[in-house]
T-cell receptor, first 114, second 109 residues
Framework: DSGVTQTPKHLITATGQRVTLRCSPR?????VYWYQQSLDQGLQFLIQ???????AKGNILERFSAQQFPDLHSELNLSSLELGDSALYFC?????????????FGPGTRLTVL | GQNIDQPTEMTATEGAIVQINCTYQ??????LFWYQQHAGEAPTFLSY????GLEEKGRFSSFLSRSKGYSYLLLKELQMKDSASYLC??????????FGGGTRLMVKP
C-alpha cells in the first residue's frame, strides 16, 4: 500500500459523458501527478500539481482538466468522453519536486467508455 | 524532447540473471528511475540513479552512464514473481518523469 488513494476503482460510462476521478496523496506529499495508461501502452504523463498550483502539463487533451485543492487532494475531470479514453488512470504523489523524489502511485481508476 | 528505448519483451529462466537495457535522449536530465509494474497494478519504485555507476539493492541493481544516455536494470536469482513490466523513466527538472513503453519480462520455471 503506497498511501495514495484513488476513487473510484472502476468506472463505466457512455460516450459524451463527463466523469471525475479523485486522488488523495500520501500524508505530507505536496506534489500530485496524473498519468494515463491505455491497453498495451506506456504510462503517459498528463499533468502535475504542486501545493495547489499547476506545475507541468504533458499530453493532456483540452477535454481533460484537473485541480489540486487546499487539502492537497486532486481531481481529474474528463468530459465529452470518447471510446479511446478508456484506460487506467493513475495518480502519483511525491514529497517535493526536487530531483530524485520517488513518486508513489495509487492503485488507479479503470475507466471504461462504452 | 524525450526518446526512450527499451526491449518490448524478454524471457528468462527462474534462478537466472537478466539485464534490461534502456537508452534515452532527454533534455534537462536529472536522473533515471526504474519502476516495476505487474499487470493491472500500480508501478512500484525499484531504483533511482543520478550519478554514473552501479547501484545495488538486494537482487536488483541499476547502472547509469549519463554520457552514453544508457541505463540497465540487472535482476539476479530470478523468481516467478519477477514476471512483470519494467519501466525506465528519465526525470527532468520539477521531478517530471517520462516513461518508456516498458519491458515485459516473463520468468519461466
Amino acid at each position: 500500500d503506497s498511501g495514495v488513494t484513488q476513487t473510484p476503482k472502476h468506472l463505466i460510462t457512455a460516450t459524451g459523458q463527463r466523469v471525475t476521478l479523485r486522488c488523495s496523496p500520501r500524508s505530507g506529499d505536496l506534489s500530485v501527478y496524473w498519468y494515463q495508461q491505455s491497453l498495451d501502452q506506456g504510462l503517459q504523463f498528463l499533468i502535475q500539481y504542486y501545493n495547489g498550483e499547476e506545475r507541468a502539463k504533458g499530453n493532456i487533451l483540452e477535454r481533460f482538466s484537473a485541480q489540486q485543492f487546499p487539502d492537497l487532494h486532486s481531481e481529474l475531470n474528463l468530459s465529452s468522453l470518447e471510446l479511446g479514453d478508456s484506460a487506467l488512470y493513475f495518480c502519483a504523489s511525491s514529497v517535493d519536486i526536487d530531483r530524485g523524489n520517488e513518486q508513489f502511485f495509487g492503485p488507479g481508476t479503470r475507466l471504461t467508455v462504452l | 524532447g524525450q526518446n526512450i528505448d527499451q526491449p518490448t519483451e524478454m524471457t528468462a529462466t527462474e534462478g537466472a540473471i537478466v539485464q534490461i537495457n534502456c537508452t534515452y535522449q532527454t533534455s534537462g536530465f536529472n536522473g533515471l528511475f526504474w519502476y516495476q509494474q505487474h499487470a493491472g497494478e500500480a508501478p512500484t519504485f525499484l531504483s533511482y540513479n543520478v550519478l554514473d555507476g552501479l547501484e545495488e539493492k538486494g537482487r536488483f541493481s541499476s547502472f547509469l552512464s549519463r554520457s552514453k544516455g544508457y541505463s540497465y536494470l540487472l535482476l539476479k536469482e530470478l523468481q516467478m514473481k519477477d514476471s512483470a513490466s519494467y519501466l525506465c523513466a528519465p526525470v527532468k527538472g520539477g521531478n517530471m518523469l517520462t516513461f518508456g513503453g516498458g519491458t515485459r519480462l516473463m520468468v519461466k520455471p
